[in-house]
């Protein structure tokens, strides 16, 4: 998992305490120590038993987790939108990040969407739906390899094909899979960076270079 402090990447034991049951079901704290930052992450998860059929016949209880809502911190350490990038985009990134703990499915749609945006109005591609507008970016090339690879991964992870709304209307509240959420807003911060942070650093760096060339006589760099 992606820690929600240091955002690096590592892999813990879950602790499990548990709790108490309601009329909800079964509750239970499942707590990790992110080895890089060495700082606690609490969920509080809401789960009931479901009998299964095992290999001889024979019946078992199996936990299936309900609800798995993160407690600490309480939202994923997310930066802002670089400044860079215009409002339209950065608010739709900004609102997707705030209700990623609250609703994943919320924060998929609205990442969703922003994406779709930045497609249509950066790229200037309009299909008739999402997953046709990724598929003619990666067919144009219009971004590094890696990134390409990235969206595509948008469309395996989220399973357009057997969720056809996601791609259809992208700003729907639909089911998502494990981590889809969180992997849309990793996607759109290195779309923003490569978009709209570097062309903007470019820039600055070639006006300064054109103002030391003014002042000494020389032409303006193309």
């Given at each position: ?52 059929k ?5 019946q ?18 997310r ?56 598929q ?39 089911e ?47």
């Amino acid at each position: 998992m992606k820690c929600p402090h240091c955002r690096v990447d590592f892999h813990d034991k879950i602790g499990i305490t548990e709790l108490d049951h309601d009329i909800e079901n079964n509750w239970e704290i499942h707590s990790q120590t992110c080895p890089s930052c060495k700082k606690l992450i609490f969920s509080l998860v809401n789960f009931d038993y479901i009998n299964i059929k095992g290999p001889t016949g024979a019946q078992f209880a199996k936990k299936r987790i309900i609800s798995n809502n993160l407690i600490r911190p309480k939202a994923p350490n997310r930066p802002q939108a670089p400044i860079e990038v215009p409002a339209l985009f950065g608010e739709d990134y900004k609102e997707a990040c705030l209700v990623l703990t609250d609703s994943p499915k919320a924060s998929a749609a609205l990442s969703r969407r922003c994406l779709q945006n930045i497609i249509r109005d950066k790229l200037g591609i309009k299909k008739k739906d999402l997953s046709q507008e990724i598929q003619e970016v990666i067919n144009k090339a219009l971004l590094p390899s890696d990134i390409l690879e990235s969206i595509d991964a948008i469309r395996n992870i989220g399973n357009f094909a057997a969720h056809p709304i996601k791609s259809q209307s992208s700003g729907e509240i639909v089911e998502v899979e494990p981590h889809e959420a969180d992997w849309n807003l990793d996607v759109l911060e290195m779309i923003f960076d490569y978009l709209f942070v570097r062309p903007a650093l470019i820039k600055q760096k070639r006006d300064a270079l054109n103002t030391k060339l003014a002042d000494s006589g020389k032409p303006d760099m193309k």
